[in-house]
Nanobody
Framework: QVQLVESGGGLVQAGGSLRLSCAASGRSFNNYFMGWFRQAPGKQREFVSGISWSGGRIDYADSVKGRFTISRDNAKNTVYLQMNSLKFEDTAVYYC?????????WGQGTLVTVSS
């Protein structure tokens, strides 16, 4: 069974930065995509960013392009999300996800609150 544990959320002022981490355990993650999703109050969960095993493919939602950067350390089975120039509308619970053909493992989420 795969376990994903997020950390790094918190309260930050608009324009500030946060770095989220997601540590994966329980099995080998060879060829696993890893990604970040978020869910704001009253809204559906949405894709934020994803990265392939090699790091050769990286995707971002249009809303975060140029502000967020995803990276991974396969030796540590960890994926990161560096979030800069945060906006009030980035406030959400951020979830880490992993999978080979589709995202089928999820973390419990970490809350990011951006004050305006």
């Amino acid at each position: 069974q795969v376990q994903l544990v997020e950390s790094g959320g918190g309260l930050v002022q608009a324009g500030g930065s946060l770095r989220l981490s997601c540590a994966a355990s329980g099995r080998s993650f060879n060829n696993y995509f890893m990604g970040w999703f978020r869910q704001a109050p009253g809204k559906q969960r949405e894709f934020v960013s994803g990265i392939s095993w090699s790091g050769g493919r990286i995707d971002y939602a249009d809303s975060v392009k140029g502000r967020f950067t995803i990276s991974r350390d396969n030796a540590k089975n960890t994926v990161y999300l560096q979030m800069n120039s945060l906006k009030f509308e980035d406030t959400a619970v951020y979830y880490c996800a992993a999978g080979q053909r589709f995202y089928d493992s999820w973390g419990q989420g970490t809350l990011v609150t951006v004050s305006s």
